[in-house]
């Protein structure tokens, strides 16, 4: 038994021996020096994209991580606070703006609600806008913050539960104030100086600023939607003039924006007979995505009935928004809550899920899988592009 055993010892040993030599041979790490500090490209490529974490396993401390989606690495990631939404970048791509809330003791005690801004090719706070405590954390949306068309004037939605928009003026880096949108929510800008909210019974409010930032009219729309039949998300996207909301059913509702005001334009369907019979609808947190150049329409699908509207799906529908037909299924690698789609001329397609933190990279043109991002965030919601 005894030389049994010495055997197994020095088989063992004869084993490990080529590994301890090759980890001997293994050069040592060089350390960095302790001032380095590594600098983005400002402003991003276009296939940078920011995965914007609401956290719910501790919400005091909300994320942002930067992702590249040519090569999957993760660039870095900004700590964004409590309830956090998405950041939303200048359109000059010299800075992002995070509102942001913050609590004296951490989970309790005094509230600030803060616009922070942040150098992106450091990911470094440079300044911070107090603003009123009222900041929506609902469940995030695109539709919580937004600058108007020429980035003057940063948009967030409040939430108290009396509703209204705080406005800031990016260039002064100011409080500008409050406007009261009783019944109305979220923020869809509409050109420079203006953005509608949507209201409660299906109209929509649409709101002047003048060069202050101060509302100078508000005017109601008749009604736009059919809530009680056939309720539209407000997950909508903007191609050029025209908003465009998905209802339940995967009716598409456009809003243009017109010198005159907001009109309703041709409604149309995402599904023909068939898919409807097959119970295909769409869903998800950001269910839909467009690209301007190529005038399509991506959309997250799904089977299910009306209350599955926030379901993931294994499919993309795409769509030719001058005829309104399906061109393309993108099949899916894994599930799909939230989509976003690059604005250039070889765009990627990315799509997330709040319950996974895997990031899957599509060529958005022939909708070909080129890679998955593992371990991106902890509860993954919405996705914004430069």
Partial sequence: MKAIACLGLLTVAALWAPLARV????????????????????????HWVWVNDFVFPHMPDGQALLVDGDSGHFLGMLSTGFGFSRVVISADGKLVY???????????GTRTDVVTMYDPAHLAPVGEIVIPPKRSSNMPMMGNAELTDDGRFLLIYNFTPAQSVTVVDTRSQALVGEIETAGCALVYPTGPRSFFSICGDGTLLHVHLDDMGRAT?????????DVATDPVTEKGVRIGDTWQFVSYGGVMYPIRITPDGLVAGTKWSLLAADDRAQHWRPGGLQQLAAHVGLNRLYS?????????????????????????????????????????????????????????TTLDVYDATSGTWLRSVQNVGTTPTILVTP
């Avoid at 293994?26 to 276009?46: F, I, K, Q, W, Y």
């Avoid at 995070?98 to 309790?108: A, H, L, N, Q, V």
């Avoid at 509207?309 to 499919?315: I, S």
């Fill in 300 to 356: 997250i699908m799904h089977r299910g009935g009306p209350e599955t509207h926030k379901d993931p799906g294994r499919e993309i529908w795409v769509y030719d928004l001058a005829t309104h037909a399906r061109i393309q299924r993108i099949m899916l690698q894994n599930d799909a809550g939230s989509i976003q789609v690059t604005h250039d001329r070889q765009p990627l397609l990315f799509s997330i899920f709040i319950g996974s």
């Fill in 98 to 108: 995070s509102p942001e809330s913050y609590f004296s003791r951490g989970t309790r």
């Fill in 217 to 225: 009219t508000q005017d109601r729309t008749g009604h736009m939607f």
């Fill in 23 to 46: 980890e001997a041979a293994a050069p040592p790490l060089v350390a960095d020096p302790p001032s380095a500090v590594a600098a983005l490209s400002v402003p991003a490529p276009p």
